[in-house]
């Protein structure tokens, strides 16, 4: 089964900083897709920054130069383990769940629009 797991959400003021962390278990694949995703009430799940096996990162316009994704993958098998997002000079439009996810490489290449593995979110709130 795979499951993931964010961590680090909370609330900051406008200016500062928050990192989310996301645990991978299970997914057993070399070639990815993984990213963030957040959503706010009544609007639908939007797409922040995504990455792949090889490093290539994608990143929504308003989020450029602000945020950063990462991964860790498992030394021997190269399956991920963990996927952060470093969020810097945060906006209270940055405010909302936010939400991991993992699929096919092809995500990441644009020849697919779902996910297949989400994580149950986490709450970002950014204070004026």
């Known amino acids: 089964q795979v499951h993931l797991v964010e961590s680090g959400g909370g609330s900051a003021q406008a200016g500062g900083s928050l990192r989310l962390s996301c645990a991978v278990s299970g997914y057993t694949y070399q070639l990815y897709c993984t990213g963030w995703f957040r959503q706010v009430p009544g609007k639908g799940r939007e797409e922040v920054a995504i990455i792949d096996e090889k490093g290539r990162a994608k990143y929504t316009h308003s989020v450029q130069g602000r945020f950063t994704i990462s991964q860790d993958t498992a030394k021997n098998t190269r399956y991920l383990q963990t996927v952060s997002l470093q969020m810097n000079s945060l906006k209270p439009e940055d405010s909302g769940t936010y939400y991991c996810?993992?699929?096919?490489?092809?995500?990441?290449?644009?020849?697919?629009?779902?996910?297949?593995?989400w994580g149950t979110g986490t709450l970002v709130t950014i204070s004026s």
């Open positions: 996810a993992v699929g096919p490489s092809m995500y990441c290449s644009g020849d697919r629009d779902v996910m297949d593995y």
